[in-house]
């Protein structure tokens, strides 16, 4: 009798693809639950109304012209280090060293402002700038690429570490170019000189890193979809052998695509000390490097979709900090409200990949009724 | 793409039409916006804060507080969202916020931007941004006269002979600020303990449980018999209390965690700052460029005193010495007090106005005495007197 019914009360099996429109639609609904459930953790600490919690969201981040610009400026950031690390993970190579490959870009930015500022015009300094940081995370994202090419490391862990030796690199030198002396602090490199400030657009202080993150998606998704190097990316990432049988030369695409990859990091370390921060800390990135991992992979490694993505992640970062502030509650409550949302948001991918079956109750007597 | 970036254009612009009219509300009335680099889980920032809600109740002012502003572009950008938000007056608490609030006051010159700690308001020459300090050296000379009494009851006890004197003390950087600290601090035991040492070693941090921690089990296994310290955590007091060193603390009592070794400790009240820039805004009158608290305008405080770990006699001689201080009898940098390589100073050129080459440019030894926090309100005292021994110069 026991041995009749082996079925387990749930067993868990793979979906079909599901049509765009019903695994998006999942998605959508997926972040109403998630407000509505901030919303009730919200009330019960504050006893604000819930409609009042939802217009400081909106409001964090539209408030005002200045926040629009805000959130642009930081969607173009985080967009460009997803765009960056996604070539890497279509590969199946999984860099998470985002974070050190922007912070070397930083390094070399800052390093190109301070020591070349008295020696070269402007325009040589920007250009030094843009292509030594372009190489720097090109050299932080190749060391973990020709290792895992050669000798087969772990590039995860490679790659993670790398970024703790980015870091400290970054407060070495702090402490060597800080001003005033013993305030571990650089300051606004070049506040009244303006040497190699990027070009702003107009009166608009963050239009040029916009404009150049828009382009750099489309670029991003032709060189993905329509070139021989993205098509190579993808065979390597389906199956080495195959690409290998293929005649693809994999350590060859592993190197290449990690140096574009670093590079591309490296682009957002320009973009963030040249174009709109003027200075370096070991903070600058803001853990992009990895947020970067997340938007990546929620829009499946499309660069078109990742707009919506990087939007979404930084639209509840800026709602959540508005939150804290209006209702007079520390950072820490901000970090909740986004930890709720993320924890729903990777949540609900699961259940687009995969079905839940119940043990069906007719099945338990041996006999269908009806 | 264009599609997407065309539904995101719409909806901001359609947010910036609802905003608009919502900002234009009470122009007149001061609101004070208050930039804090941490939470009020950091003992630094939490002295701000508790000041800020202080000044602000006692003003009648409406207030908003943004916490967590690391010193980079996201405090220019909490500046200008606060001006946005409609206040007239923008404080910021953290040394590495001073360039993004100089840049802020640039772009807004009818709101007042008051610094704390910072050194440029001097030279920036704008109208509308201050920075403040408080005098803490007197402080910690206080606290200094309190260590040096325990010095000399451990002579007395025979725990120590008079050689033995020496004190421990835990710095963040080389820098003015902490130099003029532990100088301070040193010269205050001096006064009482005549043949009192002092080694200093320095953490490389604000904020660091562990190097403050390494730094005075450094200190204890050298000889140092009482302790001090320019840092903000807990972990140098819990390391004394452990080995029942007594230390002078910063910044707040530990009387409840180090009850046996704990003696008094010296902080900033910044609350008469904040509702004098307040006042300064509601009658209309400028702020200074410089201000410098001291410790008879109560901007420079003692907490209470421990009778379990301090010498019989400290509150006495700290309320001579306190009011010596507030009637001019009293210097704390007198010159006739220490030597500089066995020599007296008549004069010296400090850093006063901060250029890249730390050069001296203004002579700040005048009447007997170095002229502290009077040129600007950062201090500037970076002399290194004899009797003070620095272990270490990393940082």
């Not at chain 2, 001019?328 to 007198?334: A, N, R, T």
């Given at each position: 009798?026991?041995?009749?019914n082996q ?5 868990i099996t ?6 765009w429109?019903?695994s998006?639609?999942i ?6 639950l998630?407000m509505?459930?901030?919303g ?11 409609m009042?919690i939802?217009?400081?969201i ?5 408030g005002?012209p200045r926040?629009?610009w ?7 950031i985080?967009?460009?280090v997803?765009?960056?690390?996604t ?14 490959q922007?912070l ?20 040589a300094?920007i ?7 372009l190489?720097?995370g ?7 690429a ?6 087969n490391?772990?590039e ?14 970054v ?12 305030s ?23 239009l ?10 489309v ?6 979809n ?5 098509y190579?990316?993808?065979?390597v ?14 350590d060859r ?9 670093g ?21 600058i ?7 970067a991992v997340m938007?990546?992979?929620?829009a499946?490694f ?6 919506l993505?990087?939007?979404?992640l930084v ?7 508005e939150?804290s502030?209006?209702?007079?509650l ?6 909740i409200?986004?930890?709720?949302i993320?924890?729903f948001?990777?949540?609900c991918?699961?259940?687009i990949?995969?079905?839940i079956?119940?043990?069906h109750?007719g ?7 009806v | 793409?264009k599609k997407?970036?065309?539904?995101i ?5 359609l ?8 900002m234009?509300d009470?122009a007149?009335a ?5 930039i804090?680099?941490h939470d ?6 939490l002295?701000?804060?508790?000041a ?20 980079g572009?996201?405090?220019?950008e909490?500046?200008?969202d ?10 910021a608490?953290?040394?590495g916020h ?9 772009e ?13 308001a001097h030279?920036e020459?704008l109208?509308?941004?201050h920075?403040?300090f408080?005098?803490i050296?007197?402080?910690r000379?206080?606290?200094?006269i309190a260590?040096?009494?325990?010095l ?20 963040a ?15 205050g ?8 040492t002092?080694?200093?070693t ?15 089990v450094?200190?204890i296994?050298?000889?140092?018999v009482v ?13 004394c209390?452990?080995?029942n ?11 409840d ?7 008094v ?15 300064c805004v ?5 702020i200074e460029?410089d201000?410098?608290?001291t ?9 209470e005193l421990n009778?379990n770990?301090?010498?019989p ?11 010596a ?15 500089v ?5 008549e004069?010296y050129?400090a850093?006063?106005d ?6 001296g440019d ?9 002229h502290e ?9 970076d002399l290194r007197i004899?009797g003070?021994?620095?272990l270490?110069?990393?940082?």
């Amino acid at each position: 009798m026991a041995k009749r019914n082996q079925e387990p009360l749930v067993h868990i099996t793979k979906r079909g693809t599901l049509p765009w429109f019903v695994s998006w639609g999942i998605r959508a609904c997926t972040i109403v639950l998630a407000m509505v459930f901030c919303g009730i953790i919200t009330i019960l600490v504050t006893g604000e109304n819930p409609m009042n919690i939802y217009a400081t969201i909106f409001n964090g981040s539209f408030g005002t012209p200045r926040r629009v610009w805000v959130l642009l400026q930081n969607i173009a950031i985080l967009l460009c280090v997803s765009l960056a690390v996604t070539p890497a993970f279509r590969m199946r190579f999984w860099n998470i060293g985002g974070e050190g490959q922007m912070l070397a870009g930083c390094l070399a930015s800052a390093a190109c402002m301070i020591c070349l500022r008295n020696i070269m015009p402007n325009w040589a300094v920007i250009t030094c700038m843009v292509v030594s940081s372009l190489l720097a995370g090109a050299v932080w994202g190749g060391i973990p690429a020709l290792f895992k090419a050669k000798w087969n490391t772990n590039e995860t862990l490679f790659t993670l570490m790398m970024n703790y030796i980015a870091t400290q690199l970054v407060a070495y030198f702090i402490i060597i170019w800080e001003v005033p002396k013993g305030s571990g602090a650089i300051g606004i490199i070049n506040q009244s000189s303006q040497i190699g400030w990027l070009p702003m657009i107009g009166s608009y202080k963050y239009l040029l890193n916009v404009i150049i993150v828009a382009v750099l998606t489309v670029l991003m998704y032709i060189y993905l979809n329509y070139s021989k190097h993205g098509y190579e990316i993808s065979v390597v990432g389906e199956s080495e052998r195959t690409a290998r049988y293929v005649g693809i030369k994999v350590d060859r695409v592993i190197i290449r695509t990690m140096l574009l990859s670093g590079a591309l990091c490296g682009l957002a370390g320009v973009l963030l000390v040249g174009g709109t921060d003027h200075t370096m800390t070991t903070t600058i990135t803001g853990g992009r490097g990895f947020t970067a991992v997340m938007v990546s992979w929620l829009a499946k490694f499309n660069p078109i979709w990742m707009i919506l993505t990087s939007f979404l992640l930084v639209f509840l970062q800026r709602g959540a900090g508005e939150i804290s502030t209006q209702f007079g509650l520390n950072q820490s409550f901000s970090d909740i409200l986004t930890g709720i949302i993320l924890f729903f948001i990777i949540g609900c991918e699961f259940f687009i990949t995969y079905k839940i079956n119940f043990r069906h109750v007719g099945r338990k007597g041996g006999v269908p009724h009806v | 793409m264009k599609k997407l970036v065309s539904i995101i254009m719409t909806i901001a612009l359609l947010a910036c039409l609802f905003a608009a009219p919502a900002m234009a509300d009470d122009a007149t009335a001061v609101k004070v916006g208050f930039i804090f680099l941490h939470d009020e889980n950091s003992t630094y920032d939490l002295n701000f804060i508790n000041a800020a809600k202080e000044a602000c109740e006692a003003q009648g002012v409406e207030y908003m507080m943004k916490t967590g502003i690391p010193e980079g572009q996201e405090c220019y950008e909490t500046a200008m969202d606060l001006v946005d938000a409609g206040c007239n007056i923008i404080f910021a608490d953290s040394f590495g916020h001073e360039p993004y609030m100089i840049q802020a006051a640039k772009e807004c010159p009818d709101v007042e931007f008051c610094h704390a700690t910072g050194t440029r308001a001097h030279t920036e020459n704008l109208d509308n941004y201050h920075n403040a300090f408080a005098a803490i050296y007197e402080g910690r000379y206080l606290g200094g006269i309190a260590a040096g009494l325990k010095l000399n009851q451990l002579i007395e006890e025979g725990k120590i002979t008079a050689d033995q004197a020496k004190l421990g003390y835990i710095g963040a950087f080389t820098y003015a600020e902490v130099m003029s600290g532990y100088t301070s601090f040193f010269l205050g035991a001096r006064s009482v303990c005549p043949t009192a040492t002092m080694e200093v070693t320095f953490s490389g941090s604000w904020y660091d449980p562990t190097a403050e921690q390494e730094g005075a089990v450094k200190l204890i296994n050298n000889g140092c018999v009482v302790i001090s310290e320019h840092a903000d955590s807990m972990g140098a007091p819990s390391e004394c209390e452990a080995h029942n060193v007594p230390f002078v603390f910063y910044n707040g009592s530990a009387a409840d965690a180090c009850p046996n070794t704990y003696i008094v400790a010296s902080r900033i009240n910044w609350a008469p700052y904040m509702e004098h820039m307040i006042e300064c805004v509601k009658n209309g009158e400028a702020i200074e460029v410089d201000w410098t608290g001291t410790i008879s305008s109560e901007s420079v405080l003692l907490t209470e005193l421990n009778e379990n770990a301090a010498a019989p006699g400290t509150a006495e001689a700290i309320e001579a010495a306190k009011a010596a201080m507030v009637a001019g009898e009293l210097k704390v940098f007198d010159t006739a007090a220490f030597t500089v390589n066995g020599e007296k100073l008549e004069s010296y050129l400090a850093d006063v106005d901060t250029d890249e080459a730390y050069t001296g440019d203004t002579e700040v030894i005048a009447d007997g005495f170095f002229h502290e926090s009077e040129f600007r309100s950062a201090p500037y005292f970076d002399l290194r007197i004899d009797g003070i021994t620095l272990l270490d110069e990393a940082y």
